[in-house]
């Protein structure tokens, strides 16, 4: 039993001593960084010094030479100032064109058509709003954004003419086509706003009132005559 101990006790001082040997090693190891990194912290010393040096014998001649030299013969110059960077250059200005006034009509054009009147853009324009225009964009002020199947729902006209109207309206700002989702809807843009407000306006101060349902449903009949869409 003795035996066994003393086996184990051997066993367990010859690992703490190989551990021992091993941390000695890392010891020594760090010992020679520290030896290279001072050896070369004393090498940087020297070339520090080595500078200083240069300098102050620069110093010394040039201290020298200035004594040596009659005061009138020397020139102080000005200390270096600092330079300045290029400023950078100046965009270009470009005139913007003014718009023309707004010409009038032209010959043989009937001014006194009651629907007509300016449209509320930067140049002002003549636009024309009849009966199935003004229930297509009320649909949209009033339940938009829609669908041209929506509109048909609401309006009831041919979904060609739905298409037509949307695609000239679109085109001047009117209405505004819009993606939700996977839909593609239109909805009434602030220009078309205030078209409608301007014509409602207008239709009201004449005493015509707004465009009925069956206004709508003739029309098809006089857009041939009425030219209404310009």
Avoid: W
Wanted: with cysteine; charged share 25%; glycine share 4%.
């Amino acid at each position: 039993m003795a035996h066994d101990q003393y086996v184990a006790i051997k066993a367990i001082n010859e690992r703490l001593l190989a551990q021992l040997d091993e941390d000695k090693s890392k010891n020594e190891q760090r010992k020679a960084d520290a030896r290279r990194a001072l050896s070369e912290c004393e090498a940087e010393d020297s070339k520090i010094e080595a500078k200083r040096s240069a300098i102050l014998q620069t110093e010394a001649l040039q201290l020298a030479y200035l004594e040596s030299v009659p005061a009138p013969a020397l020139r102080i110059l000005p200390p270096p100032q600092a330079v300045r960077p290029p400023s950078p250059p100046r965009p270009p200005v470009i005139a913007r064109p003014v718009p023309p006034p707004p010409t009038s009509a032209p010959a043989g054009q009937n001014n006194s058509d009651p629907d007509v009147f300016h449209a509320p853009t930067v140049v002002q324009r003549r636009a024309r709003v009849g009966p199935q225009r003004y229930f297509i964009l009320t649909s949209l002020r009033s339940h938009g954004p829609l669908t041209v199947g929506e509109i048909i729902k609401h309006t009831g006209f041919p979904e060609r003419r739905i298409r037509d109207q949307l695609r000239s309206d679109t085109h001047d700002g009117v209405v505004d086509e819009v993606v939700i989702g996977v839909a593609h809807k239109y909805r009434l843009s602030k220009s078309g706003e205030q078209l409608l407000v301007r014509f409602e306006q207008y239709r009201e101060s004449t005493g015509k009132g707004l465009p009925t349902p069956e206004e709508a449903r003739s029309e098809n009949s006089r857009q041939t005559q009425a030219g209404i869409f310009n």
